[in-house]
């Protein structure tokens, strides 16, 4: 939707909201001129019902206020007497309109300076699971999102497993796009399987200033920029869109800003003409090809490998006695390399000048691959580029996609929103996402740049690590719950503080209560 048709929406749904409740206002000894004011009227409502007047801005938080319009419901109905079990279900089953018959229909009395206690089980109940969902979605939309590592493709540093917690405000929190759809799930609906929003009501991008910008080798959740998936258990639909909060969360590792120059080298990052300097935690990882100087059990195998901190997989390589490793670090491949049983390792790395098709920008004139890529400019807002054939393809879904122009060509002209161009100014930052596990990760190399308006947030703490190849607590990874993502040396756990804090705060609850209640 528009700006201007998200106007005139809002005007509506004040006037439907005026005609809906002025002899609601005016029994509350209001006027009933103010139930059709715009802000002012929810200004009012919360004095009427006896509720903080701050709600109201919850009233303006996409996702937030269809939680609490409920609330509203039914807050007004019991400002007039109606407590009962059938009332709350009445408010909330009717969307609201219940209102409209004690409005026009009925002949009720304001209870003015009314209990906020519930009159009844049910009501109690209600009123405490959907505050509960307000406060949560809150804390999910604006302030920390937990995440799951799915893959592994940062393995050394997330494992597959890791549940993180999120910041939102390091990098600042976006407001929701989709104002329509289900608190703190994301595109899809669990067990369901269905859409999780209503499409068509989006809201700009808009994002609250962070307190940091994001730097190199930052871990950085985002929007996977090419989704086009239906939900995350279907297969890919090329037509079908996707609003942007909406899309597939990814995690990897910015290892280009904006302003850069990006090149691949071999495997190895090089930015602005110097190979990129991982944080200590951060391990390199290419595939290879191990062979055995004898017949060797895969079994045996596996444990060999796990002996060597290698630990992503084995798989059967090109000959029938030789094993794929997918994600083997430098120094892991230079001390297996000595053991008495291995006859040769192979680094399963692509030429320079092969060209992959599937990696970016997927053109024949770039013959780029995984272990050799670029050099690619990192573009950054206010910044200019010449703009011409050869170029185009780079920055080709930037200008028509992310920035939203007509893109045309015509021989060799290139025209912007029906305007013969030959260079182009960037609206926004952009950023290079790649994984350490460089021959098994999805990132970048395969789909190009992300932009800011993609940006999620700040992994900042494992919660929870869970081993699938475990057996019983063996399953849970001890050493890593309630660690820190970022930092040096050995993560360092923060269990036995939390839970320290957690009792101390139970027992100082419990004390003030006593207190209180014998006060």
């Not at 109201?56 to 079990?85: H, Q």
């Amino acid at each position: 939707m528009t700006l201007m048709q998200w106007f005139i929406f809002f005007l509506a749904i004040q006037v439907l909201h005026g005609l809906s409740t002025w002899k609601l206002y005016a029994k509350a000894g209001r006027q009933p001129w103010e139930a059709f004011v715009p802000i002012y009227n929810a200004v009012v409502l919360m004095k009427i019902i006896n509720r903080p007047k701050w709600w109201t801005i919850l009233l303006f938080v996409p996702i937030v206020n269809l939680i609490l319009f409920p609330v509203i419901w039914v807050e007004t109905a019991r400002s007039f007497g109606k407590n009962s079990t059938m009332d709350t279900l009445l408010a909330i089953v009717t969307l609201g309109f219940y209102n409209v018959y004690l409005n026009y229909a009925t002949d009720v009395k304001y209870i003015e300076g009314r209990s906020l206690h519930p009159k009844s089980e049910f009501g109690d109940w209600v009123s405490s699971i959907l505050f509960a969902i307000v406060a949560a979605t809150l804390v999910h939309t604006y302030f920390m999102q937990p995440f799951t590592i799915p893959t592994s493709s940062l393995e050394k540093t997330l494992l597959v497993g890791d549940f993180l917690l999120v910041s939102k405000i390091h990098y600042g929190a976006r407001t929701p796009m989709t104002t329509i759809g289900a608190p703190m799930v994301h595109d899809t609906i669990p067990v369901a399987k269905v859409k999780s929003y209503v499409p068509n009501f989006e809201l700009p991008y808009f994002r609250i200033p962070g307190f940091e910008s994001i730097e190199q080798n930052d871990i950085v959740v985002f929007n996977w920029p090419v989704d086009t998936l239906y939900n995350m258990y279907k297969p890919a639909d090329k037509s079908y869109y996707k609003p942007i909060d909406k899309r597939t969360n990814y995690v990897k590792r910015c290892v280009a800003n904006p302003g850069d120059s990006l090149e691949v080298r071999d495997g190895y990052v090089y930015i602005n003409g110097k190979q990129n300097a991982l944080p200590d935690r951060a391990k390199v990882q290419f595939s290879y090809e191990i062979s055995f100087k004898r017949n060797i059990q895969p079994n045996n195998i596996y444990a060999l490998l796990n002996r060597y901190d290698i630990t992503d997989g084995l798989g059967y390589g090109s000959t029938r006695d030789s094993y794929l490793i997918p994600a083997a670090t430098d120094d892991a491949i230079n001390r297996l390399k000595n053991h008495p049983d291995v006859a040769n390792i192979v680094v399963l790395k692509d030429s320079l000048n092969r060209r992959d098709p599937s990696i970016f920008p997927r053109h024949e004139q770039y013959s780029w691959n995984n272990d050799f890529f670029g050099p690619l400019y990192i573009p950054e807002a206010g910044k200019t580029v010449a703009l011409n054939l050869e170029v185009l393809p780079l920055y080709k879904r930037i200008i028509s996609v992310y920035e939203g122009h007509n893109l045309q060509v015509n021989g060799t002209e290139i025209s912007i929103d029906g305007k013969v161009v030959s260079e182009y100014t960037f609206k926004q930052d952009y950023y290079w996402m790649m994984g350490d596990n460089r021959h098994n990760s999805l990132d970048s190399r395969s789909w190009g740049f992300v932009p800011f308006d993609h940006v999620v947030g700040k992994p900042v703490f494992v919660w929870m690590s869970w081993d699938t190849n475990g057996k019983g607590f063996s399953k849970i990874r001890w050493e890593r719950l309630f660690t820190t993502v970022g930092g040096s040396g050995k993560p360092v756990s923060y269990l036995i503080p939390f839970f320290v804090v957690l009792f101390g705060w139970i027992g100082f609850s419990k004390w003030r209560k006593r207190k209180s209640a014998n006060s």
